[in-house]
Every structure is written in structure tokens, then in C-alpha cells.
């Protein structure tokens, strides 16, 4: 058993509320975390345990503080982000450096109409702003919950404000669009707008409604489903393609071979929320075999730890990706099994 250490730290009580959390929720987590006391005497925190437990427990603290001067809402999410950054024993950098949330939290994207910043939040994040910066295409993958189209989408507006661009096209796979939405009443565009709803939702959230609209009357935000890129060169443009996971590979092909010059593309998905038939391959996967080596393509792995919504969706995503990588290797060891039997019987 390690030696247990006792660190001092001075916080005001300002600080203490930001960070403790309601019913100091948040503090007891990072004891249950990292299995040690924290005791608040008077302005001063002990923190009590093994040291290393004790060090990464004030790490964090001292982290979190930073973060409330910086005058950002601490949230839980935060608080295990900060943790699972400690917890990271591979990344020395990671678990000896006290400011990395606080150099993620430096790079505000643009402000939304209510003036609340938007900003990456975890270091996924942070790798995928910065190749959307320095690439021409940019492929974000990932499970729900990670930001991915919610920062495109904050970049595509930003650059658009600077005009650095002189438009931006949404589009998205509309699977549906063929016997089971002709159903439906309406127009074309009001079948297929289900299905680009959550890129109006950021567009009114970040640009307000609007400012959006009135762009979009004059042509310069163009919100369309994949099937609409055809036959077209898009110069000087911002292009999202979202839930790429569902292309075909050959929606994939003609949707990259429609960029023109001074354009920025970003493409989002998540290869397990696939909902083409079994029998047909994502233009998502292909792209990936395909594409990966060229310059100024940029592949940004997002992962369960990315995961920025509610803190039980990023033990669903978890879960499902340690369910997912169980399956794949009983397959694999099923497959060595026929090889191995195979060849036995060859030998016979």
C-alpha cells in the first residue's frame, strides 16, 4: 500500500461554488474516482489518500478552478473529462499537464445568438477544429453526442460571417426519398425536411432564425438532400455532408467529385448507425480505404470519451462499443477456428 498524503488548497467561496457542484456532487465524484477524502475547513480543501490519487485529485481541482475564473460554467461533463484526462495513464503529457481544459477552452469557434460561446471540449474535439482549420476535407467520425456536425457547422458559419466563403451547403443522404416518403402529403421539400431538421436546429441556434432565413432567400445557405448535388461544381463554399455513413459508394464519388476550388468540405458519420440495407456497403467505409494518405484530407476519430451530451450517454456509446468489440473478436475467433479445422482435415 502506497503512503497517504495530504495536500492543501486554498479556494474562495466563490470558487467553491462554481466548482463543488449541487450537494458538492461534483467533489464527491472525484473522491469516489480516485479514492480519496476532500474535506472543506474554512476556505481550505484537504485532500486525503495515496499520492498519486491525492496529486491527480488536486490536479483537477486546480484545473476546475482555472476554468471558473476563465468565467466557463463548470458542468459535470467537465468534471469527467478532467477525470478520465487523469485517469489516462498512457498520456503522460495528459495526466503531468494541469491546463489542458484550459487550453481546449481558449478556442472559441463564434458566440450563438444568445452569446454563449461555442467551444470544443475535450482534446478529440479541439484535433477535429483544428484539421477543419488546415484541411480541405475533413472526414468526422464518431458516435452520437460528439459534437460532430454541431462544430462543422459552427466552423461553416464562422467562415461564412468572415466571408472566407460566399455560401454554405447542408445536405444530407435522404434514404427514405423513395417509395415510402412519396406516401407522405406535401412537396418535395417538406418530405425530406425531417431529415435535415437537426442542421436547421444549429442553423437557428447559432446564425438565429432570422438571419438565417434571410440568407437563405437569397441563396447563400442552401439546405438540400445529397440526390440535389448532382451535376453540380460547388466553388467557394462550405459543405457539409451529414450522416455520410448512409451514402452509397456511389453517392460518396459523385458527392467528392462535385467540390470546386476554394471550397471546404466536412463529412460526418457513424458507421454503427448505419441504416442502408445489409447488403450494400457505406460510401462512408470505402472513402476511408480509399482516401486515407492524400494531402489535405484530415480523418478525425471521434470516440465515447468525446461524448458532450447527458454523462449516461457516454456510458450507452460505451457500452455499445465494448459490446460491438466483443462480437467482433468472438468473430474473428470463430473464423481462425474453420481455418484451423480446415487445415487439420487437409493434413488428414
Do not use: W
Amino acid at each position: 500500500m502506497s503512503e497517504i498524503t495530504e495536500l492543501r488548497l486554498a479556494l474562495t467561496a466563490e470558487d467553491e461554488r462554481n466548482i463543488f457542484g449541487g450537494n458538492d456532487s461534483y467533489i464527491r465524484k472525484i473522491e469516489d474516482s480516485l479514492h480519496v477524502e476532500i474535506i472543506d475547513r474554512n476556505g481550505e480543501l484537504r485532500i486525503i489518500g495515496e499520492k498519486e490519487g491525492a496529486n491527480k485529485a488536486s490536479s483537477i481541482i486546480r484545473e476546475l478552478v482555472q476554468l471558473s475564473r476563465r468565467g466557463s460554467h463548470i458542468e459535470e461533463q467537465s468534471v469527467d473529462y478532467a477525470i478520465s484526462l487523469k485517469e489516462d495513464s498512457k498520456n503522460k503529457d495528459v495526466v503531468q499537464n494541469d491546463n489542458v481544459l484550459v487550453d481546449i477552452d481558449r478556442d472559441i469557434i463564434c458566440h450563438t445568438v444568445s452569446g454563449k460561446p461555442i467551444k470544443p471540449k475535450t482534446l478529440g474535439q479541439k484535433k477535429y477544429i483544428d484539421a477543419i482549420r488546415n484541411k480541405m476535407i475533413v472526414f468526422g467520425l464518431g458516435p452520437a453526442g460528439t459534437g460532430k456536425t454541431y462544430l462543422a457547422m459552427a466552423m461553416a458559419i464562422t467562415a461564412f460571417q468572415r466571408e472566407e466563403v460566399s455560401r454554405i451547403i447542408l445536405t444530407r443522404p435522404a434514404i427514405e426519398a423513395g417509395e415510402k416518403l412519396g406516401f407522405l402529403p406535401g412537396d418535395l421539400q417538406s418530405k425530406v425536411d425531417p431529415y435535415l431538421r437537426p442542421l436547421y436546429d444549429a442553423l437557428y441556434q447559432i446564425m438565429g432564425t432570422e438571419n438565417f432565413i434571410k440568407n437563405m432567400e437569397k441563396g447563400l445557405i442552401e439546405v438540400a438532400p445529397l440526390a440535389y448535388m448532382r451535376g453540380r461544381t460547388l466553388d467557394n463554399a462550405f459543405i457539409i455532408l451529414d450522416e455520410a455513413q448512409n451514402t452509397t459508394p456511389a453517392q460518396m464519388k459523385m458527392f467528392l467529385t462535385r467540390i470546386g476550388f476554394g471550397s471546404k468540405v466536412i463529412i460526418t458519420g457513424d458507421a454503427t448507425q448505419k441504416d442502408l440495407s445489409a447488403d450494400v456497403r457505406s460510401g462512408l467505409e470505402i472513402a476511408g480505404n480509399v482516401l486515407k494518405g492524400i494531402d489535405d484530407i484530415a480523418f478525425c476519430t471521434l470516440t465515447s470519451s468525446d461524448v458532450v451530451r447527458h454523462p449516461l450517454v457516454q456510458k450507452i456509446v460505451k457500452a455499445y462499443e465494448d459490446y460491438e468489440k466483443k462480437a467482433e473478436n468472438k468473430k474473428k475467433k470463430k473464423s481462425i477456428q474453420k481455418l484451423e479445422k480446415r487445415s487439420d482435415n487437409g493434413k488428414r
